[in-house]
Every structure is written in C-alpha cells, then in structure tokens.
C-alpha cells in the first residue's frame, strides 16, 4: 500500500527518512552533520516540503513503513526516495519509484555523483544525465548531478 503523506502518518516518514538518510550519508559527512538530522529535524522537514506543495508518499509492508518518495508537482522533480536499510534489495524502491512516474510527465532527479548505487537503480529505470551541477552540502563541496527521465527500460 502507498499513500500520501499526512499530519497522520508524518511520523512514520519522518522514521523512514531518518535511518535511510543516515546510512546513506554517513561515509561522506561528520558525525556532528549525521547526529543533527534527528527525527524532529526531519519531522519538520519533511512538513515544510508538504507546505510548499510538495507531494510526498509513504510505502507500508504488512503495516510497517518501509519506504518514501516525493514529488515536487511544480517542475515534477522526483525526490526523497529512501527505503528503510533493512528493507532494502526487497523490491520496493522500484515500486515507489514506478508510483512517482505514473504520476509525472517529464520528471527529472538529482543524485549524488557518490551515490552508484542510486545511479544503477535511476539508469535501469530510464534516466540519463542531463547536466553537472555542484551543490554544498552544509559544510562541504560534494557533486550532484541531475538526471532526466528518457525512457521506462525496465
Ligand atoms: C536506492 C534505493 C531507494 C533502492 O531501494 P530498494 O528497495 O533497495 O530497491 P529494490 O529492492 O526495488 O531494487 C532495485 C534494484 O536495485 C538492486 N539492488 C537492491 N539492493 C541492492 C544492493 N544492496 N546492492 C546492489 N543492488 C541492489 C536490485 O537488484 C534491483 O535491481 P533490479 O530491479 O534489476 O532487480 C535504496 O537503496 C535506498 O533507499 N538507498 C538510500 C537512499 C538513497 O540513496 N536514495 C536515493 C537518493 S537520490
């Protein structure tokens, strides 16, 4: 089941984002940066995104959240993808992200030029990289490149 995320559920995708992002950013920030994205610093993020019109969904297995992903209905940005650690390599990030492109048109991401695993994952599901962009993640220079939808290849 995936559905939107409300004040109801926020919590759960507040927990999901935060263990996904810190696994995923703890090779290439401090200690200081990954303990500062609590669940209460995600919680607001992720309610701020929603203000400024942000679509964002939440992915339950047998009642348990396991995934996110987001939309920004604006330019159709596909974002937020993270699948809880544990639960990763079981299929759902490809069912969150084939959600997403049901609903966009011509949608683009960005991701990490670190992030391989990511760009096999976008790769296999259409997309290609359309420019080179450098993005400062809070206390250092780290490449972000973004990456429009082609074609559905899967
Ligand atoms: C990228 C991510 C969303 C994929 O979600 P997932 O639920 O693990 O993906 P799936 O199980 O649907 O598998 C998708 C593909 O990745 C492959 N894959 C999954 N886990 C893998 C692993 N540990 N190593 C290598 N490949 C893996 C699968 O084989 C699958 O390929 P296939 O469709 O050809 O079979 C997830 O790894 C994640 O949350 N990563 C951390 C956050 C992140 O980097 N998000 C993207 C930010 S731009």
């Known amino acids: 089941m995936i559905i939107e995320v ?21 090779e ?6 990954i303990e500062k994205h609590d669940i209460d610093y995600m919680t607001v993020f992720l309610s701020e995104k929603i203000e400024r019109g942000y679509k964002i969904y939440i ?32 299929g759902f990030g490809n069912e969150l992200l084939r ?3 049901a609903k966009c048109e011509n949608p683009y991401i960005t991701v990490l030029d670190s992030n391989k695993k990511a760009i096999d994952f976008y790769t296999k599901h259409g997309f290609v990289p359309a420019e080179k962009q450098q993005e400062n993640s809070g206390e250092k220079k780290i490449f972000e490149r973004k990456y429009v939808y082609q074609k559905q290849n899967l």
């Open 6 to 26: 409300s004040k109801q559920n926020l919590s759960d995708a507040a927990f999901v984002y935060m263990c996904s992002w810190k696994e995923s950013h703890m």
């Open 28 to 33: 290439i920030c401090s200690a200081d940066f």
């Open 59 to 90: 992915k339950y297995s047998e009642d348990v959240p396991v995934g996110i992903i987001g939309i920004n209905p604006s330019d159709e940005e596909i974002c937020l993808l993270y699948v809880l650690p544990e639960k990763q390599g079981n």
């Open 99 to 101: 959600f997403a492109l």
